[in-house]
């Protein structure tokens, strides 16, 4: 749709649509100061072993707060940082707060946990990204192989980045294919991209203990996660049937608000270093 394109001629002659694009263009250009305002924080999600709770990873997901608007969610602000570029200097300060939490919760005793950052496509095409990305995680002095970067099935996922890919991988760092299912690319890049993880989406587990449909095809991902030795993770996992469900399958990571939602850094460091560092179902 136009809407999505940004200004468009039509949306001149829609009322609605126009006041929309005005409200993008405003938000737009408040996202350009956010960094330096200090207007951006993080949460971590915690990512867990369905049978015990037991935590075994954080994802890291960023927060705006706009002084006026308040909490803009990150499905309206992230896209426009992609179309300004914003998202490179900020994806690098979500790379650098992650890294520096994992290493604070290590320093306070806390069980030794991974870290998941969200890494747009636009910074995949980035032509400096393998270094800029490992300068980060060295100076934080986190093992890389702590370091879990999720990239979604996108166009950009091409070839002609996987020689970052590469170089990231032989350091030590993860990927994770992120919301696995909900894109209409091919799985070609499963032959050449450096994935460790699928991360099945949560409109798949949504489904996964009432419909035959889901059920199947997250038995299909994770068949094809077991012939390429890759690790699978369910996403928005809410009920306990779905839990219960995903376990009677074979998958044994999750994350959802039936575990946890994101939590406050200090929030998640309170879990990690409470009695037990896992969360239960209530
Ligand atoms: P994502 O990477 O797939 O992150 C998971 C989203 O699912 C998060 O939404 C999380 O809060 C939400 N979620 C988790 N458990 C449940 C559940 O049980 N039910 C439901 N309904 N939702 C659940 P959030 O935080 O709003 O982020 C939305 C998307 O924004 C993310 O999807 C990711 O694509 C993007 N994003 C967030 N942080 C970053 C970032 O630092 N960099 C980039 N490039 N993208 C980010
Ligand atoms: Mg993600
Ligand atoms: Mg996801
Ligand atoms: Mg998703």
């Known amino acids: 749709a136009a809407k999505d394109r940004g200004l468009g001629l039509i949306e001149v002659f829609d009322d609605d649509a126009s006041s929309r694009s005005l409200d993008r263009l405003g938000l737009r250009s ?18 867990c072993d369905l049978r015990s709770g037991q935590v ?17 969610p990150p499905d309206v602000f992230i896209p426009l940082a992609e179309e300004t570029g914003a998202i490179v200097p900020i994806g690098h300060w979500v790379l650098e707060q992650a890294c520096r939490e994992l290493a604070r919760w290590g ?7 991974r870290v998941n950052v969200n890494l747009s496509p636009v910074q995949l095409q980035q ?3 393998a270094r800029g990305l490992l300068d980060i995680v060295r100076q934080s002095g986190v093992d890389p ?3 879990c970067l999720e990239v979604t099935e996108h166009s950009y996922l091409r070839e002609d980045v996987t020689e970052s890919a590469a170089v990231l991988r032989s350091a030590g760092l993860h990927f994770a294919l992120d919301d696995f299912g909900t894109s209409y690319s091919s799985l070609n890049y499963l032959k050449w991209f450096p994935i460790d993880h699928l991360k099945v989406d949560r409109s798949f587990v949504g489904g996964v203990a009432a419909s035959d449909t889901d059920r199947g095809i997250v038995r299909a991902v994770l068949a094809i996660a077991e012939s390429l030795r890759l690790g699978v993770i369910a996403e928005g996992v809410e009920t306990e049937e779905q ?15 039936l575990l946890s939602t994101p939590l406050t850094p200090d929030a998640a460091l309170d879990l990690l270093t409470g009695a037990r560092h896992s969360v239960t179902a209530t």
């Not at 996202?31 to 971590?44: C, P, S």
């Open 127 to 129: 032509p400096n990204l």
């Open 107 to 113: 320093l306070h005793g806390g069980p030794r946990v």
């Open 30 to 47: 408040d996202l350009l100061g956010a960094l330096e305002r200090e207007q951006f924080a993080l949460n971590f999600q915690p990512i």
């Open 145 to 147: 192989g702590d370091v």
């Open 56 to 72: 075994v990873a954080f994802e890291a997901l960023l927060r705006w707060t706009h002084p006026q608007r308040g909490p803009v």
């Open 243 to 257: 839990r219960a469900a995903l376990l009677d399958l074979g998958c044994v990571w999750g994350q959802g608000n």
